[in-house]
């Protein structure tokens, strides 16, 4: 089994032999992830088409596995303490809200865990296609409206005045932090095309990805610029340690070098756009300002990092925690830092179920990557973004994003997809000895 069954995953994910319920069920899928460019209003489109998605699985298509059931576990269990701690200010409005989002964010990880758990490479084409189409249009409108071009989506007053107050590239979403992140996933798929060499259409995936890459930059996103780069090196490693070995020795040689390659032309590419952008200087002004490690509401007694250690001794003796929501009651700023969130607005059981659950995640992550299976390359390039955005929940509060969530439930349903398969490939092989004769 080796790393180049990546074609498969590049087939057309919708054209396909099917009952006409399995078509309908693809197409929703599709249309929910393909819409999460969209995040601006409340519930976003997506999360609309997503009530579709399970109506149409309802009664089929989807199995539940016991491999995903630590995850589904500790996904309650985070959500008890969440409910829990909410039971403190239950009469407002806004943590209510909170707690829903939160259970609607563990439900969308359990659907994508059981969703690609069965029928693993159709359904893994399917989500890839999908994220580089919704990760090009975030992009396309998050350009357009950081360069003010004129009749941007109909000229919407309260959109254009929501771009200029950022003064950075956001799109369709509320938080740049929060787009900028979310295109790493569909970079880092047209990226993993062009390493394997299997990009059907070069030009306009090229194209593609320098659009992302445009627009992650200019979201100005230290964290995300960060992850960005660790999850591509970690890309690029793990394809390029992982190739098939000796049976078919000359491929994995032309693939290593064909990485190599990609990799010198890439960041010489990089730097040529890096160069162009900062020959503005409205965007060298902000870069250079946006590479300051420390920024003025990080410092001193009150500012985030300060916060984050004042509010520890004051979580310990909170069980419940502060309560949804209340630590920016309290510190005046949100904790920008998803472990600490856990335990504030998921007291004790809330916070320790999701270092938990990180904590075999990436056990199941790890595991997954370095299975053969046929599948085995589309597992590295959902781990390596889900990997970084789980150590940059240390910066910023992850709790809520829709992507994380989905990658975390993609790992998990891929882990135990890699269950099936390599106990199927064992039954088969000591089938198959089994009927060899007697010497």
């Not at 069965?118 to 992009?139: K, Q, Y």
């Not at 200087?281 to 250079?288: D, H």
């Not at 949100?334 to 320790?352: D, E, M, R």
């Not at 240390?394 to 269950?419: C, E, K, P, V």
Request: charged letters at 10%.
């Amino acid at each position: 089994m080796t790393l180049t069954v990546q074609h498969t995953l590049s087939q057309n994910p919708i054209s396909f032999s099917a009952t006409p319920l399995s078509h309908l069920q693809s197409l929703v899928v599709w249309l929910m992830l393909v819409s999460a460019f969209c995040v601006i209003v409340e519930p976003a489109p997506s999360d609309a088409i997503f009530v579709g998605v399970l109506l149409v699985f309802s009664k089929s298509g989807l199995t539940f596995r016991a491999a995903i059931a630590p995850m589904v576990l500790f996904l309650i269990l985070y959500n008890l303490g969440g409910f829990m701690s909410f039971l403190q200010i239950a009469s407002d409005d806004k943590a209510k809200l909170f707690v829903e989002t939160s259970v609607y964010m563990a439900v969308t990880a359990v659907f994508f865990s059981t969703y690609v758990s069965e029928d693993t490479l159709r359904r893994a084409a399917l989500v890839r296609n999908a994220f580089i189409i919704a990760g090009v249009l975030a992009s396309i409108f998050a350009l357009a409206g950081y360069l003010n071009i004129g009749g941007f989506v109909g000229g919407a007053p309260d959109f254009q005045s929501h771009i200029a107050a950022q003064n950075r590239a956001v799109g369709l979403f509320k938080d740049p932090n929060v787009f900028s992140t979310f295109v790493i996933f569909p970079a880092l798929l047209l990226v993993q095309g062009f390493m394997l060499g299997e990009q059907r259409y070069k030009l306009i995936s090229a194209i593609g990805l320098l659009i992302i890459l445009a627009a992650l930059f200019l979201a100005f996103s230290r964290g995300a610029w960060i992850s960005f780069i660790a999850s591509a090196v970690l890309l690029a490693g793990f394809t390029y340690i992982l190739a098939p070995p000796s049976a078919i020795q000359m491929q994995a040689g032309k693939m290593r070098m064909r990485i190599s390659l990609f990799v010198i032309i890439g960041f010489m590419l990089c730097l040529g756009m890096l160069a162009v952008l900062l020959s503005f200087e409205q965007v060298r002004n902000l870069f250079l300002d946006r590479l300051t490690l420390i920024k003025e509401y990080d410092g001193g007694e009150t500012g985030r990092f300060a916060n984050q250690v004042n509010s520890i001794p004051m979580l310990l003796v909170r069980p419940l925690g502060f309560g949804p929501l209340q630590f920016g009651e309290i510190f005046r700023f949100a904790p920008h830092n998803v472990y600490i969130n856990a335990f504030s607005s998921y007291g004790w059981l809330g916070g320790i179920s999701y270092i938990t659950l990180i904590v075999l995640t990436l056990w199941v992550g790890f595991k997954s990557i370095f299975t053969r299976t046929p599948w085995q390359s589309f597992a590295i390039v959902v781990f390596c973004p889900l990997l970084t955005t789980i150590f940059q929940g240390i910066q910023i509060d992850t709790d809520h994003w829709r992507h994380f969530y989905w990658l975390m439930g993609l790992t998990w349903g891929l882990f135990s997809a890699n269950i099936g398969y390599v106990g199927t490939t064992a039954r088969r092989a000591s089938r198959v000895q089994s009927l060899q004769p007697a010497r």
